[in-house]
């Protein structure tokens, strides 16, 4: 399997999609989560370029994914972006990308909106692909290895990109709550305060759900806002 074909997906929903893929024989180190954080970032001796890549850089761009560790996305982007700046790259590398995705996320009856990385662990990277620019990144301070089969960096379909991008840019958020169809709640707000019943349907859309509530021994349906209910 191509580990780009796990961003091949009609809806990018699952939190980390190229779990699946990140064996130890597509990355060209090891995870090793045992790792302080100030060991992930010290430097270590330089990891050389495979073969396979190209020596001189050619004139195609072409987005790339690096694996790193899960929490640690910014600060290798802002290595990885003064390294580009120091050591002279801005011609091969162009554009260091962590995809993220506002979210409101409701809980205890209270809403917010928080930032989250759609693909933890994983740092796109707009990049024209010799052994230098392989370099550059690869021994960036935190960067584990490229994603890609055996060795050899695998470049995202132009289709994959967009749809990535589209999410990035997408008006609006997504909203998070922290209960289930299914799962006991409690009504916090309005006519029904302090009741208790089961979640029967959640419209995602609309930020409503609908609670089955017992009502003299009767189940009868309430459809209430997001805000009005919190997991029992």
């Known amino acids: 399997m191509d580990a780009r074909d796990e961003f091949d997906r009609d809806e990018l929903e699952e939190p980390t999609p190229l779990e699946e893929e990140s064996s130890p024989k597509q990355f060209d180190a090891p995870l090793d989560e045992s790792l302080e954080p100030v060991e992930m970032f010290k430097e270590s001796e330089p990891v050389e370029a495979p073969s396979t890549i190209p020596a001189e850089a050619g004139s195609e761009r072409s987005w790339f994914v690096i694996h790193c560790y899960s929490g640690y996305e910014n600060k290798v982007r802002y290595n990885l972006e003064q390294r580009i700046e120091t050591m002279g790259m801005k011609d091969r590398i162009f554009d260091v990308v962590i995809p993220t995705q506002e979210e409101i996320e409701v809980k205890d009856g209270k809403r917010r909106t928080v930032e989250r990385h759609v693909f933890p662990g994983y740092v796109l990277v707009n990049m024209i692909l010799s052994e230098e620019s392989w370099y550059v990144v690869r021994n960036t301070p935190g960067v584990t290895g490229f994603v890609g ?9 132009p289709e994959e990109v967009q749809q990535i991008l589209r999410r990035m840019e997408a008006e609006a958020p997504l ?13 916090v707000d309005g006519p029904f305060n302090d009741f208790r019943g089961q979640v029967a349907e959640i419209d995602m859309e609309r930020t409503k759900v609908r609670v089955m509530v017992n009502f003299f021994g009767r189940e009868t349906p309430v ?10």
């Open 223 to 232: 459809e209430l806002d997001f805000l009005q209910v919190e997991k029992a």
């Open 149 to 157: 089969m055996g060795n050899d960096p695998t470049a995202l379909r």
């Open 175 to 187: 909203v998070k709550v922290s209960f289930k169809v299914g799962e006991r709640v409690r009504i």
